[in-house]
C-alpha cells in the first residue's frame, strides 16, 4: 500500500497494525509511521485570513454506516457494521476557490499528476499558491478530482520519535474546493477491542480550539488524534503509540498544533 492508497481509503484502525506500526523499520521516516492506518481526511480551504471555525466529534452508529455516505464520495462502497466503532470529525472551514490555485497545479490534474513530494510544507504551499500555514518537515501533497477538477487537497508531514518511548506523529492539513461534493471533516473506523470513544474540547496557547480525541485497544497501542479547523485549512496532528505513553504523545499533538 502506497502513501495514494492510504489517502484514497478510509482512516481504519486495527490494534494488530498498531503495534506492528512500533517496530522500527528502516525506511525513511515519513513512511515509517503510514502503515498504521488507511487515512481519508476531509479537508478544507478558505481564504487568506485566519478565521477560526469549529470542529464537531459525532459518534456513528456502526450498524448504519451507509446512512453517512453522502458526508463522503469515498464512503460510497462503506457497509453496515464493517467496523466495532466509529466517529467523524465534522469541520466548518472555508472553500478554497479553485481559481486561486497556482496555474502549475491545475496543469498537473489536467495531467493527471496527482501526487508530489517536496523538501518543507512551504515548498508545497508555492506550488500550491495558498497561503497555509503548517510544520516544518518534508511534506506530501495529494489531490483528489471531482468532475474533471480539483476538489480536495491535502498536504502532510510525518515523523518517528524514539528513544524513551517510539511513536509515529504527523500532522495533516485538507483543503476543499467548491468542486468537493462531501462534508468537510474525517471519517475514523476502528476494528477489534477499543476502548469507549470519548473527545474533549481544549483552548490551545494559540487561542485556537482543538478537539482532542485519544483511543487506545486492549493490547495496549491506539492513537491521540487532535483535530482544529483554521480558516481555509483542516489541522489533523496524530500519534500512534503505546497507552503507557498517551500523556508524552498528547503534549506532542497538542504542541504540534499550537504552533501552526
Known amino acids: 500500500m502506497n502513501g495514494q ?25 515519513w513512511r515509517r509511521y503510514l502503515p498504521v492506518a488507511a487515512c481519508l481526511c476531509l479537508l478544507l480551504a478558505g481564504t487568506a485570513a485566519a478565521v477560526l471555525h469549529s470542529v464537531e466529534i459525532r459518534i456513528l452508529d ?37 481559481a486561486s490555485l497556482s496555474q502549475q497545479i491545475r496543469e498537473d490534474a489536467a495531467a493527471g499528476r496527482r501526487s508530489h513530494k517536496f523538501d518543507s510544507w512551504d515548498e508545497a504551499t508555492e506550488y500550491l499558491g495558498v497561503d497555509l500555514p503548517g510544520p516544518e518537515g518534508p511534506t506530501d501533497l495529494y489531490f483528489k478530482l471531482e ?5 480536495e487537497i491535502r498536504l502532510s508531514v510525518h515523523n518517528t520519535y524514539e528513544g524513551e518511548w517510539h511513536a509515529g506523529i504527523g500532522v ?4 476543499y474546493t467548491e468542486y468537493y461534493s462531501g462534508e468537510p471533516g474525517e471519517f475514523v473506523l476502528f476494528h477489534g477491542d477499543f476502548e469507549e470513544i470519548q473527545a474533549e474540547e481544549l483552548t490551545l496557547s494559540n487561542g485556537d480550539t482543538a478537539q482532542l480525541v485519544p483511543v487506545f485497544g486492549s493490547n495496549g497501542f491506539g492513537t491521540v488524534m487532535a483535530f482544529m479547523a483554521r480558516g481555509q485549512g483542516f489541522y489533523i496532528a496524530d500519534a500512534v503509540c503505546p497507552e503507557e505513553y498517551e500523556q508524552q504523545a498528547t503534549e506532542k499533538v497538542i504542541r504540534l498544533l499550537s504552533g501552526i
Do not use: C, F, W
Open 5 to 29: 492508497d492510504l489517502y484514497e481509503g478510509l482512516r481504519y484502525v486495527d490494534p494488530t497494525l498498531l503495534e506492528e506500526a512500533m517496530e522500527p523499520v528502516k525506511q525513511p521516516k
Open 62 to 98: 456502526v450498524e448504519h454506516l451507509e446512512d453517512y455516505r453522502d458526508a463522503d464520495p469515498t464512503l460510497k462502497s462503506i457497509q453496515n457494521g464493517s467496523a466495532d466503532q466509529a466517529y467523524q470529525a465534522a469541520a466548518e472551514v472555508e472553500i478554497t476557490p479553485l
Open 172 to 175: 495533516t492539513a485538507y483543503l
Open 147 to 151: 468532475e474533471g477538477q480539483i476538489s
